[in-house]
């Protein structure tokens, strides 16, 4: 594969650029069964040979495209053509589009199962990744594809794929929805990604839509992760009903939908079912506006008393006070204290959005030229790209980086 990485880094992407495309012998060998490797390891990294086809990114398109046709009746090589399908998933050419919108109604299982689920996987979304082409193009086509799929579940995983742009004509679209959705799945979607926009949620749609869902415990899931996001409190009596549940698999246990409770109530350091029983019988009915006043009331007095405390104990706040709703709070209160510059830092990488760039801009500049906030603290604004200073991968480093997952 290094081979391969040193061609590809130069910054070419196609074969008309004078890349020599190396994806066919690669091919063959993943159907060979030749791969000295599984195709993914236990944390989802791709393989050095599938690595490979992403490295040759838009020069491999055509390749990957006819290997998946030609495997399409060997049921043998299944596990071949669903990598093949995350290849074409990871680069994302606009031009495949033509391609992907056949198999998506004459290839439909795999085309849900194997291809959309590689636009979900990016912790800030696809919409504003850097190496994204064809922007218009690729909205478009999942518009498209809403417009025709009927199927509720596949419907809000297409949904789920749209809320990652910010595009003015995708607000828009989520603008109608509001009026038109009447699954409560879809109706959660369209809140949240409206209120992520400037548009603050409605609350009997929220109210109405939670209460639909929490009626059946195979929604539990659905509903902890919209409350990450759309931080209602609609969501807060059923989030404490499940917050004594461990996500599956997790070693220490990781209880996600306390993390949304103290998320949505400001709680940040309440734990076990019984103490959040308690804390929501005596200040339940204050709602989040009361919540969040008390909580800033009440830092506010600590910041009174010790600015180095309070900028010890906001240090651990970020990972729960993440909103932008805070930023007036933030920016008029806590940063002309220098002490609290780099968990500043901290709390703007974690509450930022592609859509509240410019918004979060004069804060993060204005932490950014103080000379005396840590070094982990810059990194974080370099790589949101308020700061210069941060060297831009190469598509290769890219490609590497994404299969590092530990």
């Known amino acids: 594969m290094a081979a391969v990485f040193a061609v590809v880094s130069s910054g070419a992407d196609s074969t008309e650029a004078g890349v020599t495309n190396t994806a066919t012998p690669i091919i063959a060998r993943l159907k060979l069964g030749e791969s000295r490797d599984p195709l993914f390891d236990m944390h989802g990294n791709a393989n050095q040979d599938l690595q490979s086809l992403m490295v ?12 998946i046709d030609r495997m399409e009746d060997e049921s043998r090589l299944a596990w071949v053509r669903a990598a093949l399908f995350g290849v074409l998933g990871f680069v994302k050419d606009p031009a495949s589009i033509e391609w992907l919108s056949e198999k998506r109604r004459s290839d439909v299982e795999n085309f849900y199962r194997d291809y959309l689920p590689t636009w979900k996987g990016r912790l800030d979304g696809f919409g504003g990744w850097e190496w994204l082409t064809g922007r218009d193009r690729w909205i478009a086509f999942w ?3 809403l417009h025709e799929e009927r199927s509720p579940n596949r ?6 794929v ?11 679209f989520f603008s109608a929805r509001r009026v038109e959705a009447t699954d409560p799945k879809e109706v959660l979607l369209v809140e949240g990604y409206l209120d992520a926009h400037g548009l603050p949620a409605n609350g009997e749609r929220v109210a109405w839509a939670v209460g639909a869902l929490r009626r059946s415990p195979k929604n539990n899931d659905f509903l902890i992760s919209m409350a990450h996001g759309l931080r209602h409190e609609a969501f807060v009596p059923f989030l404490v009903g499940v917050s004594d549940k461990s996500e599956r698999y997790s070693y220490p246990p990781y209880y996600a939908a306390e993390r949304d409770l103290q998320a949505i109530t400001f709680e940040c350091n309440l734990h076990g079912k019984a103490a959040w029983e308690s804390w929501y019988a005596a200040h339940g009915k204050e709602g989040r506006t009361g919540w969040t006043r008390s909580a800033i009331d009440t830092f506010r007095t600590e910041l009174a008393q010790s ?12 990972y729960c006070w993440n909103e932008i709703a805070l930023l007036p709070f933030v920016e008029d209160e806590l ?10 830092a901290g709390w703007i990488n974690l509450t930022y959005s592609d859509f509240d760039r410019e918004r979060l801009r ?9 000379g005396h906030i840590e070094d982990w603290s810059r990194r974080l604004l370099q790589e949101r790209g308020y700061v210069s200073g941060q060297r831009k991968d190469t598509w290769a480093e890219a490609v590497e980086r994404a299969n590092s997952r530990l």
């Open 56 to 67: 040759l990114r838009f020069s491999a398109t055509n390749d990957v495209m006819h290997g």
């Open 143 to 145: 518009l498209e594809a």
């Open 155 to 160: 419907r809000i995983g297409l949904l789920c």
């Open 162 to 172: 749209l809320s990652q742009f910010d595009d003015a004509s995708v607000v828009s």
């Open 307 to 318: 600015p180095k405390e309070a900028a010890q104990r906001f240090d651990k706040l970020v």
């Open 335 to 344: 940063a002309p204290h220098a002490e609290f510059h780099s968990a500043i």
């Open 362 to 370: 004069p804060l993060a500049e204005r932490i950014g030229a103080d």
